[in-house]
C-alpha cells in the first residue's frame, strides 16, 4: 500500500505531461519550426497571437466532379463569417486531399501526394541559422531566422503576395529598390481563389497612381495621391469615420499606399472583388457580418478615356462628356448628335509666347503618366513654369492639404478628366490669349 502513492503520483505526472502535450498539439501555436509539417489531414492550423487569424488548409464549395482542391490560406478566424485573406497556391490546388506544408532548405513547401512541390517561397540564398515560419498578430505570414527575431526583419512574408485582400499595415506599390511590385489581383469567382480577370496596380512613371485593369484593358484610374486621398476616389475621405487612416508612401526606398485602424478590433479589409469592385468591409462584432463601409461604385464618368483628350465628364450634364473652355469638339458630326467622346480640339493654336490659364474646379486631375512633379515649389512658381514651357498644357498643385503645395505639370494632351459636385481639385488649362 505505502508503494500506491508514489506510483499514483507518477502515473499523475505522466498523464499531466500527457494531456500538456496533446494540448501543445490541438492549440496550435503560431510557428512552424523546420521540424514540423502542417498537413490536410491532421487538422492543425497556425493561429496568430490574439486569435484574429489562422492560417491552414481549406477547400472551396465549387470542389467538384474533379474532385477537391484543397488551398493553403489565411482566414479571420474570429469571425464567424469565414473571409479569406491570402492563399498560397492559388493557382495550383492540391486535388488529391493530401498536402504538406514544411520548411525545406530554409524555404516554406508546399508538398502535394507525390511529395512533388506545388508552392514554394523560392529564395535562393539560403539562409546561414535555421529558419521558422510564424504567423504575426497583423495576419502576415513570416519566414525569418529562428534564432533572430528583429522586427520587421524578413527573408519572406506574405505581405509581399498580396492576393485580392488588403489588410491594416500591408502595402500595394513598388520596392525601388528590389523592383517588387505588390498589387491585388483579384479571385476567378466569389469560390474560387484563382487568379481571375482583375488587378489592382500602381503606376509610378510620372506621379504615381493605381489603374484598375480588366486583363490588359484599362478600366478606371485612381488618380494621384493628393495628401487625403486619391484625387479620382474622393469618397475614400469617409474612412476616417470607421477609424480607417489613409497612407501614402513615397520616398527613395518606396512608393506604397497602406492603410490602418485606430481600434485594433476594428477588423478592416480592403478587397477587390471577382467582378472587378473595390470594396472596404469592417467587421460588425455585435450582428456578426462583415459591413460593406465602401464601395467604388463605377459611374459612367469613372471609366477610363470615356471622354477623348480635353474634354471632361460631368454626371450632372447631358451628354456627359463636355470641352474644356477654349476648346470646341473634334469631331463636329458626332457632337451635333451630342456625342462628345472623340475629344476636344483648342478653339486657337497656342502661341508659344502669351497664353492665359483657365481654373476648372473639383476635377479629377489628367492622367499623370507623364505629368513633370516638383515637390519644392509652390502654384505661383508652377504657373511660371508652365507658362515658359511651350509644351506645357496645363498644372496643378500635388498636394491639397493646408492651401496646396508642389506643382504637377502636364505637357501632352490631358486625358480622363471628371469632375466632382465635391472633392476634386483645381486644374489650371493653358489656353490662347483670345479664347
Ligand atoms: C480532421 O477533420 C475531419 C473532418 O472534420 C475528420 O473527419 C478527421 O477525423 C480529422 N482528423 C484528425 C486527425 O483529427
Ligand atoms: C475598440 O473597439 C471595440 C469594439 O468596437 C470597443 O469595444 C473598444 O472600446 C474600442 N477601443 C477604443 C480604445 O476605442
Ligand atoms: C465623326 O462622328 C461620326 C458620327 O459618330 C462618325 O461617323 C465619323 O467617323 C467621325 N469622324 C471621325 C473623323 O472620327
Ligand atoms: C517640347 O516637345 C517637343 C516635341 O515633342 C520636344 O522636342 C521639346 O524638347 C519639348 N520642349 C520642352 C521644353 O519640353
Not at 212 to 229: A, C, H, K, Q, T
Request: charged share 20%; aromatic share 14%.
Amino acid at each position: 500500500m505505502r508503494g500506491a502513492l508514489p506510483n499514483s503520483y507518477h502515473s499523475y505526472t505522466f498523464f499531466l505531461f500527457i494531456v500538456l502535450a496533446l494540448f501543445r498539439h490541438v492549440f496550435s501555436t503560431n510557428t512552424l519550426s523546420s521540424t514540423e509539417t502542417l498537413t490536410i489531414s491532421s487538422n492543425r492550423t497556425i493561429v496568430s497571437p490574439g486569435d484574429v487569424f489562422e492560417l491552414g488548409f481549406f477547400k472551396t464549395t465549387t470542389s467538384s466532379r474533379n474532385g477537391d482542391r484543397w488551398y493553403l490560406g489565411i482566414w479571420y478566424k474570429s469571425t464567424s463569417d469565414r473571409a479569406y485573406v491570402w492563399v498560397a497556391n492559388r493557382d495550383s490546388p492540391l486535388s488529391k486531399s493530401t498536402g504538406t506544408l514544411k520548411i525545406s532548405y530554409a524555404n516554406l513547401v508546399l508538398l502535394d501526394h507525390s511529395n512533388t512541390p506545388v508552392w514554394s517561397t523560392n529564395l535562393k540564398r539560403t539562409a546561414k541559422s535555421p529558419v521558422v515560419a510564424e504567423l504575426l498578430a497583423n495576419g502576415n505570414f513570416v519566414l525569418r531566422d529562428s534564432k533572430r527575431n528583429v522586427r520587421n526583419r524578413f527573408l519572406w512574408q506574405s505581405f509581399d503576395f498580396p492576393v485580392n485582400t488588403l489588410l491594416p499595415e500591408m502595402k500595394i506599390g513598388r520596392n525601388l529598390k528590389t523592383g517588387h511590385k505588390s498589387f491585388l489581383s483579384s479571385w476567378r469567382s466569389p469560390h474560387d481563389p484563382s487568379s481571375g480577370d482583375f488587378a489592382f496596380k500602381l503606376d509610378t512613371q510620372g506621379l504615381p497612381e493605381f489603374y484598375l485593369y480588366r486583363n490588359e484593358f484599362l478600366l478606371f484610374r485612381s488618380g494621384s495621391w493628393d495628401g487625403v486621398r486619391f484625387s479620382g476616389m474622393p469618397t475614400m475621405q469617409k474612412w476616417s469615420y470607421f477609424g480607417v487612416v489613409n497612407n501614402f508612401i513615397e520616398n527613395r526606398e518606396e512608393v506604397a499606399y497602406s492603410f490602418k485602424v485606430t481600434n485594433q478590433s476594428l477588423h478592416s479589409r480592403f478587397t477587390l472583388t471577382s467582378e472587378g469592385l473595390l470594396q472596404m468591409f469592417q467587421w460588425d462584432s455585435t450582428s456578426l457580418v462583415w459591413n460593406l463601409i465602401w464601395i467604388l461604385a463605377y459611374e459612367e464618368c469613372d471609366l477610363y478615356q470615356i471622354c477623348g483628350p480635353y474634354s471632361y465628364c460631368d454626371m450632372k450634364t447631358s451628354p456627359t462628356c463636355n470641352c474644356i473652355k477654349g476648346f470646341v469638339p473634334k469631331n463636329v458630326t458626332a457632337s451635333a448628335l451630342g456625342d462628345i467622346s472623340h475629344g476636344c480640339v483648342r478653339k486657337s493654336r497656342l502661341n508659344c509666347h502669351g497664353n492665359v490659364f483657365f481654373l476648372v474646379k473639383r476635377m479629377k486631375l489628367p492622367d499623370t503618366s507623364t505629368a513633370i512633379v516638383d515637390n519644392r515649389i509652390g502654384l505661383h512658381e508652377c504657373e511660371e513654369r508652365c507658362s515658359q514651357n511651350c509644351n506645357c498644357t496645363g498644372f496643378a498643385n500635388k498636394d491639397i492639404r493646408n492651401g496646396g503645395s508642389g506643382c504637377v505639370i502636364w505637357t501632352r494632351e490631358l486625358r480622363d478628366m471628371r469632375n466632382y459636385g465635391t472633392g476634386g481639385q483645381d486644374l489650371y488649362v493653358k489656353v490662347g490669349l483670345y479664347d
